[in-house]
């Protein structure tokens, strides 16, 4: 038997080895690994969405610099944006712990304050879970079910030749607000340092914007980005089968994500590819519909941006650079099983 090394398979080939052929009583479910959340049928108009996410001290998140009740909702925001992404609603979840045996209780209670804020912002119930002894790090666990409009989930893989593809927000503020906290000498301005920051610790998932997207009907698929940009074309591009040209100076940058980086003498490209945890949406729609779209956003005060286009599998998955030429984009964002890239 060949010797499979986790480090060369990576996370999204190990998933798929793992999963084939793991739903066995298929009757109720529309939708199972491979997508941000299961779809199944619910019992009146809307299909149920299910998804979980784990977090884990020291791989994506530090008590040292991370307050209590921050890590509590993070924990909750990276499941609500998995249900975001596929235009649904969140409505309850289900929360456990695995607790290093001299690990504080105050600590603790902030956690769960932090779940609480962060359900009563998403408007969702915390209705269970699980505590137990962890012998190493701190483990904190989220299970979601969501819900969506019957036939109205948007998935991965509805994407084609000639759709355009869009973002929401600005790229790349989590991992600069990451190194400002790993670098505490990088020198910027009190607004950028506090709104990279807050970034990073206290991001928001984008259900208002899922939902309007998904209303349209318009959306050809869509992705939040949990793993940096490339990763997750790549992921739209896999499920689709397709490829995909991006342009890089479209790609939105806050200006104090780029003051960051001249301070740390970092590419602000390279965060915004590959940084991950900023939870906007990407997603795809047909040429016809983008103006539609793009005004829907403008109208409730939103923004998106037009990154560039769903190409031909044959002709890749690239980036064009400032000079005119593309490059291949590699999905070299977060992956557990990995070396991450900075």
């Not at 924990?75 to 596929?86: E, K, N, R, W």
């Not at 790090?137 to 869009?166: E, Q, T, W």
């Not at 991992?175 to 928001?204: C, D």
């Amino acid at each position: 038997m060949k010797h499979l090394d986790l480090s060369t398979l990576g996370e999204i080939k190990l998933i798929e080895l793992l999963t084939r052929e793991i739903v066995l009583y298929s009757d109720n479910v529309i939708r199972g690994v491979g997508d941000d959340a299961a779809v199944l049928k619910g019992e009146g108009e809307d299909w149920l969405l299910f998804t979980t996410d784990m977090l884990i001290e020291s791989v994506h998140f530090s008590m040292a610099y991370i307050k209590p009740d921050h890590v509590g909702a993070k924990a909750l925001v990276a499941s609500v944006s998995d249900i975001a992404a596929m235009g649904g609603r969140p409505l309850h979840a289900i929360v456990s712990l695995g607790i290093p045996i001299k690990f504080s209780v105050e600590v603790l209670k902030g956690i769960y304050s932090g779940l609480r804020s962060a359900a009563e912002e998403y408007r969702l119930n915390i209705v269970g879970g699980d505590t137990v002894k962890s012998p190493g790090k701190l483990i904190i666990n989220v299970a979601l079910i969501g819900c969506v409009g019957a036939g109205k989930a948007v998935y991965r893989s509805g994407a084609k030749p000639g759709d355009l593809v869009f973002v929401t927000g600005s790229l790349g503020n989590s991992a600069a607000g990451l190194f400002l906290y790993q670098n505490p000498g990088t020198r910027v301005s009190p607004e950028a340092g506090s709104f990279l920051k807050s970034a990073h610790t206290n991001p928001k998932a984008r259900v208002k914007q899922g939902v309007l997207l998904a209303g349209t009907g318009k959306v050809t698929s869509m992705d939040d980005i949990s793993d940096g940009l490339a990763t997750e074309l790549h992921e739209i591009c896999q499920a689709s089968g397709v490829g995909c040209r991006i342009r890089s100076p479209l790609i939105p940058q806050d200006q104090r994500m780029k003051e960051a980086a001249a301070a740390a003498k970092r590419d602000p490209l390279n965060w915004a590819l590959y940084g991950g945890e900023d939870f906007e949406l990407i997603f795809t729609v047909r040429p016809d519909s983008a103006a539609a779209i793009k005004r829907l956003f403008s109208e409730e005060g939103e923004k998106c941006h037009l990154i560039g286009e769903i190409v031909q599998p044959a002709d890749g998955i690239s980036m064009e650079l400032p000079q005119g030429y593309f490059v291949p984009l590699e999905a070299k964002g977060y992956d557990h099983f990995k070396a991450r890239n900075d």
